[in-house]
């Protein structure tokens, strides 16, 4: 690799934040649950019927949709207006109660009450008896009563009405929700429900940095109608699709996913590639149709990469789509959405920031979306995981010179807070100013390197895999992640997490 090129790989990570501009966690297991009897669902498919879903999974996955017993199901029924600007829904979700006490309320998220736009709830109703939801935190949390409490391995079915106003333009989260530049971009739109754990419901105000979700892995049924010449790419796969009214009604089937992810635009061009069982997509402007089918290329190359070094991307399906984020490009489950100012003809960022920052992104797919972890609390093992990945990324497609490339940006990165040594394992609040990118983007996927040079790569390089196979669909924890490590190298990791991971 000549200096030159070196030193494009450099300048394009330097500012990479990726993700942003600036009880042992295994799979859930088989659980036995007390099933609800009323099959009538939101979308006339009954909540036990996982067949939707098996297009969307390559084939050594789908034995998955005969385990996740009480795994989450949302049903939607959404509607986008002629504006964009608007959109009204019906949700139906059941839930069952994985945890080991009786839960006397059930929270979802309002996220667009913190991000510039607005989120109401009309009526809500538990197993068809109407009852009065309570507003939290800035409208963004709906306390959801239940009477009687919901004892352990019971289910219950929530249904509601909302309606949704877009901002035109982007405020919070990014800009990653909103109306641009013909783009409307829906992240986080409905209600979800948080994570229940050791520590109760995961609600609280997040911070502007980093991101917000920690959800399960669920099952999404979201039909959704909508003006005909607007593309839709959306998390999973279409599994129906036709006119109504003069409009287009599309039904999306996701899961296991953790969120699901909406973007669209009257003047999206696709291009599409196949890496195995995978169709890869990416969508962008007519005038950026170079930088997409460069976002198609690398996105492949991770695809395969990561896959051969992790273990196969488990979906039929993975879409990139170019939206005007303030952030170079944030990951969604199955699709990850990319700035629009990192594509050529643009060339407002040299092309190894639209490399890198695809290579991030994938990354995702197996560290937050397969494999997931509290990114608010301990956003290192999914953000570290991933540039460390994305270091790997580099060194597999470019040899030494470019993973050294990738390295010096870390080491800048850190230098940026003079190489402090803050602990990487602190939740995002608790970083000031510029310490959250150079902490847990520059300083965490050292710690990773070093923690690999510690157990020697083979070993590591099995532990990671063993990692993601163990935690797969599951939740992990900074504790898991060390049991696990120290079960691979036989060896007592306590001094290293100590001096880069934990608070004193």
Not at 9 to 37: D, E, K, W, Y
Not at 45 to 57: K, N
Not at 308 to 323: I, K, N, Q, S
Not at 440 to 451: H, N
């Amino acid at each position: 690799m000549t200096r030159l090129a070196r030193t494009i790989i450099i300048l394009g990570v330097l500012l990479l934040t990726a993700c942003n501009p600036q009880a042992p966690a295994n799979p859930p297991t088989a659980t036995h649950v007390a099933r609800s009897t009323d099959a009538s669902t939101l979308l006339g498919v009954a909540w036990d019927d996982r067949s939707a879903f098996v297009t969307g999974l390559t084939g050594s996955e789908r034995d998955v949709l005969s385990q996740l017993d009480g795994a989450t199901v949302y049903q939607m029924d959404l509607r986008i207006a002629d504006d964009l600007l608007e959109l009204d829904g019906r949700q139906a979700v059941r839930y069952t109660n994985r945890t080991a006490e009786a839960l006397a309320e059930i929270y979802f998220r309002l996220y667009p009450n913190l991000f510039g736009g607005l989120a109401e709830v009309q009526s809500v109703t538990v197993n068809d008896r109407e009852v009065e939801p309570g507003y939290e935190l800035l409208n963004s949390a709906l306390r959801v009563p239940l009477s009687p409490p919901l004892e352990s391995s019971r289910q219950t079915v929530i249904e509601m009405t909302f309606s949704v106003d877009v901002p035109a333009g982007g405020e919070g989260n990014y800009g990653m929700f909103g109306l641009q530049e013909g783009v409307l971009a829906l992240a986080h739109f409905y209600p979800m429900i948080p994570v229940h754990d050791d520590e109760g419901w995961n609600v609280e105000i997040p911070s502007p940095q980093g991101d917000v979700v920690f959800a399960d892995s669920s099952f999404y049924l979201v039909r959704v109608n909508a003006p005909t010449a607007l593309t839709m790419v959306a998390s999973g796969v279409e599994s129906e699709r036709r006119a109504v009214g003069g409009r287009q009604e599309v039904t999306y089937a996701a899961g296991p996913v953790r969120d699901f992810y909406l973007a669209a635009s009257m003047d999206y061009v696709v291009v599409s590639g196949q890496l195995g069982e995978t169709t890869i997509s990416s969508y962008a402007p007519p005038e950026l149709r170079a930088g997409a089918e460069a976002a198609l290329r690398y996105t492949v190359e991770a695809l395969r990469i990561l896959g051969e070094r992790l273990g196969a991307y488990p979906f039929t399906e993975f879409d990139v789509v170019a939206t005007p984020t303030q952030a170079y490009g944030i990951e969604y489950p199955g699709i990850t959405a990319m700035a629009l100012r990192l594509y050529p003809p643009r060339d407002e960022y040299p092309p190894a920031y639209l490399e890198s920052t695809i290579a991030h992104e994938v990354s995702h797919q197996w560290f937050y979306s397969t494999v997931g972890n509290d990114q608010l609390d301990e956003p290192w093992l999914d953000e570290a995981l991933a540039q460390y990945i994305t270091l790997l990324y580099w060194q597999d497609l470019y040899g030494v010179p470019g993973g050294e490339g990738f390295r010096d940006s870390l080491l800048e990165r850190w230098a940026r807070v003079d190489n402090a040594d803050i602990p990487i394992g602190m939740p995002v609040q608790s970083y000031e100013g510029r310490e959250y990118g150079a902490i847990v983007y520059g300083r965490g996927p050292l710690f990773i390197e070093a923690l690999a040079q510690r157990m020697g790569q083979s070993v590591f390089d099995a532990f990671l895999r063993d990692y993601y196979v163990t935690h797969k669909w599951g939740i992990a924890t900074a504790d898991s992640f060390q049991e696990l490590a120290e079960q691979h190298c036989r060896c007592d990791l306590g001094a290293l997490f100590d001096e880069w991971v934990y608070e004193p």
